[in-house]
Every structure is written in C-alpha cells, then in structure tokens.
C-alpha cells in the first residue's frame, strides 16, 4: 500500500483552490497554496497551510509557468498538484512536468489531454470512436470556407480550434458575411490561444448545452455521473447550470452518458471529465468538445449524487479503484448553480473588478456557496472576476427555483457591480421557469433580464421629478442637525446613510 499523502499543491487561485483545499482538509492532507503578487491577501492563501508567491499579476507569469509550479511543489515536498479548472489545467505540458519530478497529476493522463485538446482533433477522434459530432470541417482560407458552408448550409459557426470560454467564435448566417468573421475568429483566436486555426460546424437553431459528468479510475473503470443543462450563457459562457435537465428524459440521458463513455475510454482517460453536447429539440445530440478536467459547475453534480468528485480525483491519482458501478449510482432531487460575477449585465456584462465593501453569503437548507471572496478584499482586473458560485438542492425543480429565489435575496455584495439581480430577474422569467430555455434564451430575453422597465412617454417626466425631490430631502436630512444629539445626518436611517453617495451616483 502506497505511503499515505502528507501535501497537495493547488495550480490555481480563488474560490476553485478554497473548494479544493476544503476536501483536502476532510481527507488529512496538507494544502499547498500559490499566489500571485497582487493575491497576496486571497483567500486561498488564507485558508490553506503553505503559501508561495510564484511570479507577478500576469499569469503568464505566474499561475500559467509550468516550471514555477512544480519546482515550488517539489521545495514544498508534496505529493501530487491538483489544477483546478482554467490556466493549466488542460496544458498537457503540467502532468508531463510533473511525472518527470516524480509527482502525482491529480486530472487525466497527458496523451488524453492531447487528443481532446484540439477541437478538431477531438471531433475526429470522437467520430472515429462512434460518438455524434455536428457536420464542419477545416479550411485555410475564406473561399474554402464559404463553399463548405454552403455545402452544410448556413448559419454555421466559426470556432478556435485550441480554444474555448467563447473566445474565437463567430456565427455567420450567409456568405457575405464570411470574410469579415473569419478574420476576426482567427484574430481573437491567435490573441488568446497562439494559433489562429479555426474550423466551421453547422449552427443549431435553438440548441440545449447539455454535458455529460464522466470518471474513471486508472484501471479503466468508467462511470457517467448524468448530466448538467449549461444552456444560460452569455458571450458563449455559461452563467446558470442545473441538473436534471428539463429537455431530457432519463433514457436519454442514458444513451448520452454510455456514448460519453463509450468516447472517454477511446482516448485511455481516468479521473473526472465532461462531454459537452448540443441537443436538438428532436433529441438528437451531437458531440461539441470534451473538458478534460473539473468543471466549473460540478457543485450540482455532488448535490444531487452525494459524490465528492474532488476526493474522487485524488483517490485516482492515488491509485485507488473506483469504488461504485454504474448501477451504484442514483441521482435525488435537483441543483442549480448560479455564477456571482463582478459584472455589469447593463453593459454587457462588462467586468467590474474593484473592492467588496461589505459581502453577506446566504445560508439555510439546501445552500451551497463555493466562494473566494471576502469583505475588504480586491476583485482583480488581471483574472475572471467570479466571486462565487451559489448553489442550491430541493426534492423538485420547483422547489429549488423558489430555494433560489430565497438564497439570492439573500446575498449581499456592496462596493462593485455584480450579476446578482440579473440572477433574480432570470429566475422570476416564466419561460426559465417552465424549463423553455436553450442556448440563445437570454439574448432574446436581454431587455427583461438585463434591462430597465420600460415607462410609458406621459409618466416620464412625473417619475424624473418624484426622483428629484426625494434626493433633494436626503440631501436636506444628511445635512440637517438632530436636536437630541447635535449630529450631523442622524436623521437618516443607517442604511441610507451608508448607502446615501452611491444612490446619488
């Protein structure tokens, strides 16, 4: 039996490395954080056991250098690195780099992550190995791709092929608009992956993001752990995800868990993954790409399985078996994830990086908060500004909108824009409510979601005007002298008296 492990280094930052640590934890081993220059005070670094400053704000020099990381993990005498999601945690190069040092990759083997790293690589593969892909194909130059889009048939959709996160993506609905957006998705994809090659799959109208949790242990045990509907995105990034889906039924969530295992074994993976589909309204699927790593949203997986996929990770790349069957496996309830940004929805959802004044986390039955932030701390310019990730569990969907509905009432974040009343908007929709909702809903939905309400033109200036002169009394109040105590502004309530200079913004 192998020694047991005394330290992990986590090859990440905010509420993913806090998540990681707290399993860690339960599980005796030591946590081994990293940070850099301006994450000096995060709260990774706060909660775990160890911390190391690898490099300045940049990640390219810091949460991104291969070499930094595991020579810091082998100074630091640990046993294995676990990557998180993002920065490297898909680079092939880390668990290449750290089979050399003689330490554990807690994720999939390097030779997996290489076939599935590439989208157009991955979707060979997959094709191959008899899983559903959407029909595309590869072109070098824009003639070439506007005759194989018009032999697929318009809209079809130019992607990155080394990218993801909506990063190098263009929707294009006729020829004319080809040449334009093949520059700019080869542009954007050279900027943020290094290589400008991109690939065109047809366009699905109105599809459901639909993926498929998988795990497997290094003897080639492999499970699915059913699916989670990821099809509220903004800027092809998703924002809310749930599980079960309201769009499939359980026997197709079956035959689409068995063909993402059916793909899994086809490149020898092990530890956790995800298959991500598109699901047409006719139940038909079709292969998008595989994240050969933890996902953001796996909360909702644990929730309504009872699994920790994080301990399951490390049991892996100790070696250990899987310790349950397919059959083993059952899933109770429903769980919903929303994703708590410092954004601005009104504007795009424009980042809005800067202090938190004050942070209130909701809490009570069923509520799941996995956050990395806390009142007084910065919310960085240089990473993704996501706070947190709420989640919640009920017996029903119902009750868990409702559950929801509750727990984002109850969180406060002042100092900085957030995503949070987009979030309560979304979950009052009927449409959402009802399960009616697919990859494109929130752009047709944008002015009642991110919008404000529409004023009929003869209330207009009756409304200006009662805005006007409430702000003029709080003005008069702030500056008026209380006769009991002979201060300055007592007269307002403390709550508006906090918040009296940014109501007037």
């Known amino acids: 039996m192998a020694r047991p492990w005394k330290k992990v280094l986590i090859a990440n930052r905010g509420e993913i490395a806090v998540r990681v640590t707290r399993t860690l934890h339960e599980m005796g081993i030591g946590a081994v954080a990293v940070y850099s220059e301006v994450d000096r005070a995060a709260l990774h670094v706060r909660v775990s056991d160890e911390a190391y400053l690898i490099g300045p704000a940049a990640a390219s020099e810091s949460y991104l250098r291969v070499d930094k990381i595991v020579d810091t993990a082998k100074k630091a005498g640990c046993d294995g690195i676990h990557p998180g999601y993002g920065f490297l945690s898909e680079n092939p190069a880390l668990p290449e780099a750290c089979e050399k040092a003689g330490i554990a990759f807690i994720g999939p083997p390097a030779s997996a992550m290489r076939q599935m790293g590439s989208k157009t690589a991955a979707r060979k593969r997959m094709s191959e190995a008899g899983v559903p892909i959407v029909p595309g194909a590869m072109c070098d130059t824009t003639d070439e791709a506007i005759a194989a889009s018009e032999k697929i048939g318009y809209p079809v959709m130019l992607k990155a092929a080394s990218g993801g996160g909506g990063k190098g993506m263009r929707l294009v609905h006729a020829s004319s608009e080809m040449a334009n957006a093949w520059e700019r998705a080869r542009s954007e994809a050279k900027k943020f992956f290094g290589d400008d090659t991109v690939y065109i799959e047809k366009a699905l109208i109105k599809p459901r993001h639909v993926e498929i949790q998988v795990l497997g242990d290094r003897e080639g045990n492999l499970v699915h752990v059913f699916e989670r509907d990821c099809s509220i995105q903004r800027r092809n990034q998703k924002v809310v995800e749930e599980t079960p889906s309201p769009a499939a039924s359980r026997e197709l969530v079956a035959k689409m868990g068995a063909i993402a295992v059916q793909g899994a074994k086809a490149v020898g993976y092990h530890s956790a993954g995800t298959f991500e589909f598109l699901l047409a309204d006719d139940g038909s699927f079709y292969f998008l790409e595989m994240n050969t790593r933890l996902q953001v949203e796996h909360p909702v997986t644990e929730l309504v399985t009872g699994l920790d996929l994080v301990r399951e990770m490390v049991l892996i790349a100790q070696g250990e078996k899987l310790s349950f069957a397919q059959n083993d496996l059952q899933a109770r309830g429903s769980a919903i994830e929303c994703r708590v940004y410092a954004e601005d929805p009104s504007s795009g959802f424009l980042p809005s990086p800067g202090t938190i004044d004050s942070l209130v986390v909701p809490a009570g039955p069923g509520v799941r908060d996995d956050g990395g932030a806390y009142p007084g701390c910065t919310i960085s310019s240089f990473y993704d500004p996501l706070i947190s990730k709420l989640s919640v569990w009920a017996p029903t969907r119902e009750r868990a909108i409702a559950r929801m509905r509750r727990a984002l009432g ?32 929130l752009e047709r939905n944008r002015d009642d979601l991110v919008g404000y309400p529409k004023v009929p033109e003869a209330d207009r200036e009756k409304i200006a005007v009662a805005v006007a002169l409430a702000a003029a009394r709080m003005e008069r109040a702030a500056g008026a002298k209380d006769a009991s105590t002979g201060e300055t502004g007592s007269r307002l309530s403390p709550w508006v008296a906090q918040h009296r200079g940014r109501m007037r913004g």
């Open 410 to 441: 109850e969180y406060v974040v002042t100092g900085i824009r957030t995503n949070l009343a987009f979030h309560s908007r979304l979950f009052e929709h009927p449409d959402f409510v009802a399960g009616k909702y697919d990859t494109g809903f």
